[in-house]
């Protein structure tokens, strides 16, 4: 992330971590459906916040709805911040078919797509397929990924980052 982006945010647990590290950055704008993230991500980094409108995942703390403001054709984004259930080789999946809907139009509102996925969601594939791999700019997680999906990550293009250094450097 870059100072003065604008960042789509979507739902879950595994984006939380990333939002409150974002301390260190400034002039942001955050769009998110994620009813935590107001709460977490440092004021000091906030230009403006936004939580999108919908209906209201109670468990998850989620909104799920159009990706849009009244009165305006859209949204428009630097980055997507996209927490997922599943990355396969096939793709990245959830399992509710309502938020791969909402998910795929704030990766189609956003120039660069960024995957966040713990290394338990490797190989998993959900009810609900959001797109193919090779719609992601980068990958990051805790550890890097098995072999079919490294490969399949690098026929994709995408990148990954981590903790952890990729082998070719």
Request: glycine content about 10%; hydrophobic content about 45%.
């Amino acid at each position: 992330m870059r100072d003065n982006e604008t960042l789509l945010v979507n739902g879950g647990t595994t984006v939380l971590s990333a939002v409150a590290a974002l301390g260190s950055h400034r002039g942001l704008t955050i769009v998110t459906n994620n009813l935590r993230v107001p709460g977490m991500v440092p004021v000091q980094a906030l230009r403006d916040l936004f939580v999108l409108g919908g209906g209201c995942r109670t468990s998850a703390l989620v909104t799920i709805g159009p990706i849009r403001f009244p009165d305006t054709a859209g949204v428009s984004a630097d980055t997507a911040l996209i927490a997922v259930g599943g990355v396969s080789a096939s793709g990245l999946s959830v399992s509710s078919i309502p938020e791969a809907q909402m998910i795929q139009e704030m990766m189609d509102s956003a120039s660069r797509v960024v995957v966040l996925a713990d290394s338990a969601k490797f190989e998993r594939r959900a009810l609900a397929r959001i797109c193919p791999l090779s719609r992601i700019d980068v990958l990051v997680s805790e550890r890097p990924p098995g072999d079919e999906l490294a490969r399949a990550l690098e026929r994709a293009e995408v990148s990954l980052a981590g903790p952890y250094l990729p082998e070719d450097g």
